[in-house]
């Protein structure tokens, strides 16, 4: 066995998606905002793995799931660098790169202690104004924030 | 059918503040009018807020209309920890208009979104507030005969000052010239100059308030410096004079130079100025009505048309 790879440390799947390189601290996270716990799906996690990249890292792996952009697009805040995979016959056939949404629906909690989104029982609204820099405004208050200080709900 | 709320003024296009200023006009003709005869408006004050309250009520009577709402939020069921949304929805049964002031960011907006009636936004927090932006557009419009090409200086709390920045921003349309006289701590924020810069407005910044910076302006916007603004309270002290004006401060302006002020007044302005034809923030205020009572029809979906023909 020597000639072959190292042993996975998640077993691999036939058909369906793998999102890796998750910051371990953002795996629950990640598998809140994809709704994974409402699946039906056979779903691997895997947490506190060993990454060369991030020390420690979480690893996702969905059988015969495959997302849209939009679904994806949902963990791009919390998760930037994670990496999609998307496996046909467990063969990586697509690899996907996630970019932020140019509107987050019920993501980001308003970081204005005097929004009315931190008042009322209701669902928060951002879009994306500047890419590059990063800027989120809130469609209530219409402050703007940075995505490296905001609050993932 | 559309939403015909109003919550900012951003909302408005070139054509349709003209357009809000020419009812505004037929109203000042004849304020008083039947054109909401069979209408309710309410007007709900989630805070205290007595001029604009007296404002938006005196349109709705003047029209015709109906008033209910509350004017302290102590008295009503929010104290008791109902949310907004179960208030506008609840009140929606009652009125075809809600005018609403409220103490949160986003609340009109919000509103806007769940009630089946329009909304008209007297004030969210420090965010919009676009009825008084039309009457200060008005009153500009109504001295100045037009909006295009008007040198402003706006003067005091330019960093806090939600009236000043929406002026500016509605002002984007008209090729106006911006001067910014303000204290260090109060100077208008990077965002609105960079509007500005994008929109290719020009705009000068001055520490300075004497009669050589104001000799040209057409229309003077005065806001008042507050202590409570100042981290640096020694910085207070030291500009707390330097922001008002005098009556020997307008000798060198221009003969169609107006003063404007949002209300309410302390010190900025002292009471010299109160006697010259320059002073404005008296009958700015009154231009306030005839600007809401046609902020109030439109959103009820009555048109200049409507408006000219009503006999």
Known sequence: ?153 | MKNRSLVAIEEYSKEKILYMLEMAKEFEKRPNRKLLDSKIVATLFFEPSTRTRLSFETAANRLGAKVIGFTDPKVTSSSKGETLKDTILMVSNYADVIVMRHYLEGAARYASEIAPVPIVNAGDGANQHPSQTMLDLYSIYKTQGTLENLNIYMVGDLKYGRTVHSLLMAMRHFNPTFHFIAPDELKMPDEYKLFCQKHNIKYFEHREFNENVIADADILYMTRVQRERFTDLMEYERVKNVYILHNDMLCKTKDNLRILHPLPRVNEISYDVDDNPKAYFIQQAQNGLYAREAIICDVLGITLDDVRNDK
């Not at chain 1, 998750?22 to 056979?42: A, C, H, R, T, W």
């Not at chain 1, 849209?68 to 496996?87: C, F, G, Q, W, Y």
């Not at chain 1, 890419?131 to 209530?140: D, T, V």
């Open chain 1, 1 to 153: 066995m020597t000639e072959n790879k190292t042993e996975l440390q998640v077993a691999a799947i036939e058909n369906g998606t793998v999102i890796d390189h998750i910051p371990s601290d953002k795996l629950f996270k990640v598998v809140s905002l994809l709704g994974i716990e409402k699946m039906d799906n056979n779903v691997t996690i895997g947490f506190n793995l060993e990454s060369k990249k991030l020390g420690k890292k979480g690893i996702i792996k969905i059988a015969g799931k495959f997302f849209e952009e939009e679904e994806i697009n949902r963990i791009s805040l919390v998760a930037p660098n994670a990496h999609i995979n998307v496996i046909r016959n467990y063969e990586i056939v697509e690899k996907k790169t996630i970019s932020i949404p140019d509107k987050m629906v019920g993501i980001v909690k308003c970081n204005n202690p005097k929004c009315i989104t931190n008042n009322e029982p209701m669902t928060t609204i951002f879009t994306l104004t500047d890419r590059e820099k990063g800027i989120l405004k809130c469609h209530y208050c219409e402050k703007e924030q940075n995505k490296n200080n905001i609050e993932v709900l």
